[in-house]
């Protein structure tokens, strides 16, 4: 998701490049603001679509991820959606910053703390009151978390089973046979029979660990669509007050 939203960075001097001829045209009325805003978001499209394209085939299978074809689709749909929200948030800050040096400093701050409180380094529990609010205006929690959604959404997949339990603690380079007795012990204690094929963690239980749990998948995705749109709304006000110099 850092690199989706990071390389839409690219599109920063497209519209600062052509401030010039954008106050020119629109002070002889050659079009209107709208007009130049619904025609710069249509443009981008095909090349997002040929980048999510590439970038969902070259990673879902690679690094194995769930959900076979349909599992695929949503993550295409997903990096698209991020590269069009990533795209319209970098097109309304290029409206709104003259320098390109100033605006690339801009980008990466916000979307250093976009990333910061997406919910990957610190969960939304963990999160401090005063802090939270930044959380949902996160680019990156969406479609991150539409992602972890798409990987884990399956109820009868297991991602941790008996002596797994101890993998990634201090006890994971203990013997297997001691590790079985651990679990009988375990068993005892806890009144419930624990063998090295019980399910302890399902793809429901990860999710609840992130604090994942207030939004579906397809929520995020309209979400993040939604950030983008209203980016361009954004964008389309900077240049309404930004550039009032029209001739009749």
């Known amino acids: 998701m850092s690199t989706t939203f990071y390389t839409c960075a690219d599109a920063l001097p497209v519209f600062l490049q052509e401030r010039y001829i954008f106050m020119r045209e629109t002070a002889y009325n050659a079009y209107r603001r709208l007009s130049y805003v619904i025609s710069h978001g249509l443009v981008v499209l095909p090349s997002l679509i040929f980048l999510s394209l590439a970038f969902s085939a070259m990673t879902f299978w690679a690094v194995g991820l769930d959900g076979g074809l349909s599992g695929f689709l949503f993550y295409f749909l997903i990096i698209f959606a991020s590269f069009w929200a990533g795209s319209s948030f970098v097109t309304f800050l290029s409206g709104v910053v003259p320098h390109v040096m100033l605006g690339y400093t801009i980008v990466v701050a916000i979307l250093a703390y976009f990333l910061l409180f997406s919910g990957f380094f610190i969960n939304r529990d963990r999160i401090p009151p005063y802090w939270i609010w930044f959380h949902y205006l996160s680019l990156v929690k969406y479609p991150y978390e539409a992602v972890l959604l798409n990987e884990f959404q399956d109820p009868v997949k297991c991602f941790v089973r008996g002596v797994q339990i101890f993998d990634q603690s201090p006890l994971g380079e203990v013997p297997t046979s001691l590790k079985l007795r651990l679990l009988e012990s375990m068993s005892k204690t806890l009144g419930t029979n624990i063998t090295s094929s019980t399910c302890l963690t399902t793809g429901a239980d990860i999710l609840l660990q992130q604090g994942i749990t207030d939004l579906s998948k ?20 900077s240049l309404l007050f930004g550039s009032k110099n029209k001739r009749n």
């Open 218 to 237: 397809w929520n995020c995705l309209w979400i993040t669509v939604a950030w983008g749109f209203l980016f361009r709304i954004l964008f389309y006000i």
